[in-house]
């Protein structure tokens, strides 16, 4: 394992002594759902408190939503084959490693992620690198899990060797918590095993201008002079970052490590996740205090992935009010304007 097991806290006994939590909230949660924290998040987290514990300490409300699906995107339904789940045409999720190192309470694939359930075998994947090399319109793999800096320098080289190998395939994704959870895992080792695999573009996952630390900084830093360009995403939770001063910050930090802001996603509709979600409503109000105000480069897509795989819908707010002949709408400061909504010459005229 490239992750040292004496760097993770998964036993519910010790994270209640170090937390100063009934023992039996964090073990009826733990009955049902994985645990696990990097001491590095803990110690972070304890010192920030609730918008980083909430992140990674089990919460009883996880078990009284029981109505929600468990599989809201359909994802099961959408794999071809085992570990790997084609929506788009041109695109694959090809999941690598069933581990974090850090489990977030609200992820999306809480259902198996981290679970007995989740196995990756070696015939999964080739499979899995059989269906991408046999269906020639995927041309963008996404690696993700689980977190696949999970697995060795040496296993993932090997992976990434392989995608690479399919001549269809133009450019990888790979999607990581890593520099967030464990700073300490990107190691110039890494980042060079990486940059023999371009295009490759690495999708990290940060929540909280408080996950910014210096090392966090330094690990995107070290990936980013190896020439790996990194985007982020992140999840808008309630009570964790559900403010636009927060975002603001949490986005001006990530560009001043080098990382573009990608996505910001409402929650999924998860069973055990329902506690975080926030109202669509106060999401795009959120957006109406950014867009405009931040540096456009600072501001990422607000997204919903929608239900039964329906794919992402962007959710932007709208400023156009009316569009018929004129354009009418609105800017960001709230005053209207016109632009005029036709061909100049009209149409027919042009050469
Ligand atoms: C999110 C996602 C993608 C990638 O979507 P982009 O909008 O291209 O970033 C691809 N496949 C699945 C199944 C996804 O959930
Ligand atoms: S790092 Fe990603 S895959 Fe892992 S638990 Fe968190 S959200 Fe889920």
Known sequence: MAVS?????????????????????????????????????????KQYGAPLLKQVIPDLLELQDTETPADPL???????????????????????????????????????VGTK??????????AAIDYIRATPTIVDVLISGGDPL???DAHLDQILSRVRAIPTVRIIRMGTR????????????????????HPLYLNLHFNHPAELTPEAST???LLADAGIPLGSQTVLLRGVNDSAPVLKELFYRLLTARVKPYYLFQADLTRGVSHFRTTIHSGQAIMRQL?????????????????EGGGKIPLCPNYVQELGEQCLFQTYTGTHGVYPNTLWPEEGRTK
């Open 5 to 45: 097991a004496s760097s993770l806290i998964t036993d519910p006994r010790e994270l209640s002594t170090l937390l100063d939590l009934p023992y039996e909230q964090l073990a009826a949660v733990h009955a049902q759902y994985p645990l696990r924290v990097s001491r590095y998040f803990l110690e972070l987290a």
């Open 74 to 112: 359909d994802e099961e339904n959408l794999s071809p084959v085992p570990c790997l789940i084609h929506k788009y045409p041109d695109r694959a999720v090809l999941l690598v490693s069933s581990e974090c190192a850090s489990y977030c309470r609200f992820c999306t694939r809480k259902r198996k």
């Open 117 to 126: 359930d989740m196995v990756i075998s070696p015939s999964h994947l080739d």
């Open 150 to 152: 999970m697995l060795t």
């Open 178 to 197: 890593m520099p967030c959870m464990l700073p300490a895992r990107i190691t110039e080792d890494l980042a060079a095993m990486l940059a023999q695999h």
């Open 219 to 221: 690990a995107c830093t």
């Open 291 to 307: 867009l405009g105000y931040v540096s456009g480069m600072a501001l990422p897509k607000y997204a919903l992935d929608t239900p």
